[in-house]
């Protein structure tokens, strides 16, 4: 089955508080994605990580890949109200055919901002 | 940037009649194409991994035979939801992976999603 775990599962945070959900994949990844979906629509890329330790910043989000690639995570400063929505990382595995590859989601984490 | 298009976004169809939703890459070769299904806050679940030109490889649970999945061309899959039961709503959601890597690693970009119900 598919393994690989964001916690927490939901977030409340008031406006203005730092958010930070955690991604953990059972094997190694060679890469991970980030992904942001609002409720009622599609996922939406942010960011890829594919280097050992690799981190990146995108104004007030860090990302972040473990040393190990196994596990990942996303920090977000100061939320914001438009920060609200599910927030899924996704690592990339090998598929069962040569050269390929495929993309197994994390649980996600849900992530609501109070004004 | 890459898009990706689905078609159609949502559908109501009948119990025990067949689905089929396409996928297209508008600006991009893809060869490779995934399929996901999310339920209502849920992740999206991997259901098979859809190759230019070759047969499809389907996750463990998926059944090949109920969910057809055709890559024609390398800018389209399909997706047929066969025999549809209400069971089978769901939000389907597709992704195409860039012909070409960038930057040494491949980028996926997602359709819109369908929603189907089967009433």
Not at chain 2, 14 to 28: A, M, N
Not at chain 2, 60 to 70: A, P, S
Request: with cysteine; hydrophobic share 30%.
């Amino acid at each position: 089955g598919q393994q690989v775990m964001q916690i927490p599962q939901y977030q409340h945070v008031q406006e203005g508080e730092d958010f930070t959900t955690y991604c953990n994949s059972s094997t190694t990844l060679s890469n991970i994605q980030w992904y942001k979906q609002r409720p009622g629509g599609h996922p939406v890329f942010l960011i890829q990580l594919v280097k050992s330790g690799e981190v990146k910043k995108q104004k007030r989000l860090t990302f972040q890949f473990g040393e190990a690639k196994k596990n990942s995570s996303l920090h977000i400063t100061a939320t914001q109200t438009t920060d609200v929505g599910t927030y899924f990382c996704a690592g990339m595995r090998e598929g069962t055919g040569s050269g390929t590859y495929k993309y197994i989601f994390g649980t996600g984490t849900r992530l609501k901002v109070l004004a | 940037g890459a898009v990706v298009s689905q078609h159609p976004s949502w559908v109501i169809c009948k119990s025990g009649t067949s689905v089929k939703i396409e996928c297209r890459s508008l600006d991009f070769q893809a060869t490779t194409m995934f399929w996901y299904r999310q339920f209502p806050k849920q992740s999206l679940m991997l259901m098979a991994t859809s190759n230019e030109g070759s047969k499809a490889t389907y996750e463990q649970g998926v059944e090949k035979d109920k969910f057809l999945i055709n890559h024609a061309s390398l800018t389209l899959s399909t997706l047929t939801v066969t025999s549809a039961h209400p069971e089978d709503s769901s939000f389907y959601i597709c992704s195409a992976r860039a012909h070409r890597p960038s930057g040494g690693t491949y980028e996926q970009y997602f359709g819109p999603g369908t929603r189907l119900t089967v009433t």
